[in-house]
């Protein structure tokens, strides 16, 4: 496994994580709340409190999904290489 493959799986991985966890999301915010989240934050439409509790909701949620696909993703790689990917090496 190469850094390139490393790239596509990275990257299609934390894209495909964080559609997941927004699908999540959204389906609590529905049943906790009885109603669809935003569906334009930034319109005018929206109320500043429900657009940001869906931005920091959404932000944490969807980053803290995409954190941990990478984490695990970059231990795969290591077990399976005997290295992390280029861009993970840590500077010691």
Request: proline share 4%; aromatic share 8%.
């Amino acid at each position: 496994m190469g850094d390139a493959i490393w790239k596509l799986v990275g990257t299609g991985g934390a894209i495909a994580t964080g559609i997941a966890a927004n699908k999540v999301l959204t389906t609590v915010w529905r049943k906790a709340l009885g109603g669809d989240p935003p569906l334009n934050p930034e319109s005018d439409e929206t109320s500043w409190g429900e657009a940001v509790a869906w931005a920091l909701l959404s932000g944490a949620v969807v980053g803290a999904a995409r954190l941990l696909f990478r984490r695990n993703a970059a231990s795969y790689f290591r077990k399976s290489t005997g290295h992390l990917p280029g861009n993970l090496e840590q500077a010691h």
